[in-house]
């Protein structure tokens, strides 16, 4: 089982995500409607922290450094990365 920091910004993000998606398949189950889950992962955006350590992150922070691009071994992930910059 995954220890919970509830400090930590990103675990929020996850509990609330899974709290969202109990209480989907609750009103599912008591109302018979269907429903649709969509899980979001590698989000980006302009606010994001140029150092948080993930992927597209780390990409811009090199490439505004003049430094290579890492690409972590063997090289055959996928990803799919959702831009998050429409106006709110």
Known sequence: MKHLHTSHFIQHNDEGKR????????YHRQHGIEIRIARIFNTYGPRMNIDDGRVVSNFIAQALRGEHLTVQAPGRQTRSDINNSLPT
């Open 19 to 26: 709290v969202a998606e109990t209480l989907m398949f609750d």
